[in-house]
């Protein structure tokens, strides 16, 4: 009797976790990256089909001989995927992570070069500098989306242009921060780096921490507070949330800083890291090109479902996968190929969805042929099978990985 | 023997949690019109969709004409001949009549569309059964009840001999509704075998031949029209007797709870004032209905009242304090419950739980929230206990989305949420719209019960039975402006129904009365 009930409860535990949504979402993705891999290696078959295994060995395997460096890369894009994510959850496409991005990294420089601070304390503050110029680039295009109902896509991508030529001209007017000869700014000082985690050969630095607790607060702040609960409330549903007396406006200006924040941190993250070369620093060239990692961070965050652990995951995921793209030059691929790759796998995530769904079908027409299973259980047994299959893919991958 | 076109026997149907339909037999007669009666969630959509091909059953098997027959997927219904409309049609709005008709089984010339015959076909087809459309209407400027026409049309078009209509008069007004019923009968009468989905009683004693009943997504049984009455059906639809009258003793109003003054508020959709200089008054354990055809005003009286649109000009005042420009949480805060109009617009956020949507007036009050951290152990108690008290119904209890729960416990849930919270005024915008006896029955005694606890009741209804049943002061809305105030102990629902047409109003004199 009593064995009989802890059966029972074992599996309904079992159904609690592979019903949940963040695992149906895990399952999906790795769906994607399971499809988006093999059209990739398509493509480098065609591309140079006597090179393509040895190149595709690089994209699965490359990134293992250089963790440090996919968790030195996954800083940036990780905080540039909290942006958009975070903002996603309330049914807004923050497509401004770039301009975020550029302004976080600019006001941390600026205090880097011009604020005299204690060593210990001068890169935090120039961490929250960052933070601060994020949150205003974030903060335009939410009042102008709360106030006057302009399209905020429209606003931000603006504001990745306005932000960027801002900033190359504040930095090409300032002596202290730009070096005219080498157009690019200055070396910082190394107290004002952030200190490295000590992995030999890469850059990997404490960034990486503080965005994966930033992400687990934002985590915490979207499922367990009541900011979290109206900012999805009005994500899924605006109207309600306006009948239950939500204040929408407020809510919107303060995600759009929120998400600002996030991706002017990583702006800092990304100019702030330590330089393996003694007497050396990251710099930045003002050379009127939009930053990159924030549009990354659009992957990042599609891949990631918007939920921000997952977000830590995609984005270690895309920085691994770009670490062994970089490698598979050595083999005659352009690493433009890697890229390639990665939209493929953005591409597939968009209907993961519906590729699981159909799976889970499959398995049970099979399953209905195999054997009568009682009813009852069908559906919880369907889910946990189509859990099975992606193990299997998992293990497919990895075969071909060897 | 006798001469089905269709049976379905012994048909079994699940979804997670939940056995929609279980060992259910109906058998359809060739020329009938078959009424298919439960209440909302009872099963009788799954077991259409069955037919059409859009579920397969786990148990149970189809039969046309004698034969066995396996339906895939619709067109497998097409082609047996089964056609149906849907409750909300599938029609491309920007297609014409004709474009609508004949999608899917275009005639085509050399590679070209070939339209001329179709037209007549479709001319044809309307005249021989008194469906009237022009066939070169864009669907987006045709009205509901003619884009149901076009729905019909298509499935004759398409030859089809068993017609489903899934709550069909749903969308319709009572003139159209009148019609729609004379067209099934006159479908029928040229042989045509109609499965009619339902949950309103005088339409299936009107032109149903036979009806089927189910209930909780059993088979409960199958009776002809001519020898059953309304209350036997409902019985059998609802497992006990239902009351059409609703209970309620005479209660002497106390208090004005609820004081509007000269409110005006302006429309969305055109330049002139939706509302116009309304004045009423609503007192404590009282149900004052407003009363009207639909876009009279209704829905922007409400969205003024209850804070989703500014007021023009006017004062509103709730006990005693003025909340004419009081935010939504200010005027919830002071008292108001606002059943809404629209459950999933504005009533729910249909993906969260139901849990969260139980305090989703609630959440910021100190009970379910410290520091700005939800407590959630106190949102689980919350939900179990309202879900037992108002009897809601789901898959998964607290954790069920609340968009897979039926319409009818959407609905309970909404009413949980807001008689619940703490509150004098209750502003139920048509509470029963698209629900079953059961549930209307339901929903009026909480209604009544919140008078009988002297809370004020303001209802807006459409539904002349439940003005009349429900309140006991009617106020009749017409294009905006108050018209008349009636007691509905003394009116008729012909007098009622000269008010909402316009055709007879108050004098001023009368009317101003009435605001005090």
Known sequence: MQGNNNADKLKFNIKNITSHSGFKSLGAALMAIFLGLVVGFIIMLVARPENAIAGFRFVLLGGMGRLGDVLYFATPIL?????????????????????????????????????????????????????VGGMIWGFIPGIFKALL????????????YIGMYLVDMWIQNNGVMYNSSLTRTRYIASGVQIPALGIAGSNVNLGIIIAIIIAVILYIVLEKTTFGYELKATGHNKHAAEYAGM???????????????????????????????????????????????????????????????????????????????????LVGFKPEIIDIVVAVIIYFSAFAMIMNSAIARFIKARLGKDDEKPLQETDSENEENTVEDEEVIKKETEKEAE | MENYIVEMLNITKEFPGIIANDNITLKLKKGEIHALLGENGAGKSTLMSVLFGLYQSEKGEIRKNGKKVTINNPNDANELGIGMVHQHFKLVEVFTVLENIILGVEPVENGLLELEESKEKIIELSEQYGLKVSPDALIEDISVGMQQRVEILKMLYKDNEILIFDEPTAVLTPQEIIELLQIMKDLAAEGKSILFIT?????????????????????????????????????????????????????????????????????????NNAVRDVSLDVRAGEIVCIAGIDG?????????????????????????????????????????????????????????KLEENLILQRYWQPKFQKNHFIKFNEMRDYAEDLIERFDIRSGQGPTTMARSMSGGNQQKAIIAREIDKEHELLVAVQPTRGLDVGAIEYIHSQLVESRDAGKAVLLISLELDEVMNVSDRILVLYEGEIVGELDPEETTTQELGLYMAGAKRDTEKETRHAGE
Request: charged fraction near 20%.
């Open chain 1, 247 to 329: 204040q929408g406006k407020r809510n919107i200006i303060l995600t759009m800083t929120i998400a600002g924040g996030m991706a002017g941190i990583g702006g800092a993250f990304a100019i702030l890291a330590p330089s393996a070369i003694a007497g050396s620093s990251m710099t930045y060239e003002p050379i009127n090109i939009i930053a990159a990692n924030g549009f990354t961070g659009i992957a990042v965050a599609l891949l990631g479902n918007a939920h921000p652990l997952g977000t830590i995951l995609s984005a270690t995921f895309i920085s691994y996968i770009q670490r062994g793209g970089t490698l598979t030059s």
């Open chain 2, 296 to 352: 009279n005003g209704q829905s922007e009286f409400v969205y003024g009242l209850t804070g989703l649109e500014k007021l023009v000009s006017g004062t509103i005042t709730l006990r005693g304090k003025d909340i004419s420009k009081a935010s939504i949480r200010e005027r919830s805060a002071s008292g108001m419950s606002h059943i809404p109009e629209d459950r999933h617009k504005h009533g729910l956020v249909l993906d969260y």
């Open chain 1, 149 to 160: 109902n302009v399209n905020e896509v429209i606003t931000s991508i603006m504001f990745n």
């Open chain 2, 199 to 271: 949950h309103k009683l005088n339409e299936i004693m009107d032109v149903a031949d036979r009806c089927t009943v189910l209930r909780k997504g059993k088979y409960i049984g199958t009776v002809d029209i001519e020898s059953t009455t309304k209350e036997e059906l409902s019985r059998m639809m609802v497992g006990r007797d239902i009351s059409f009258d609703v209970d309620k003793e005479d209660r002497e109003p106390g208090d004005v709870i609820l004081s509007i003054k000269n409110m005006t508020v302006a429309s969305k959709t055109h330049k």
């Open chain 1, 79 to 131: 905080m540039t995927g909290l942006a958009v994510g975070f903002a996603f959850k309330m049914g807004l496409f923050n497509i401004g992570a770039s301009g975020q991005y550029t302004m976080g990294m600019f006001f941390a420089l600026y205090v880097a070069f011009n604020w005299d601070l204690p060593g210990s304390t001068h890169w935090i503050v120039a961490i929250f500098a960052g933070f």
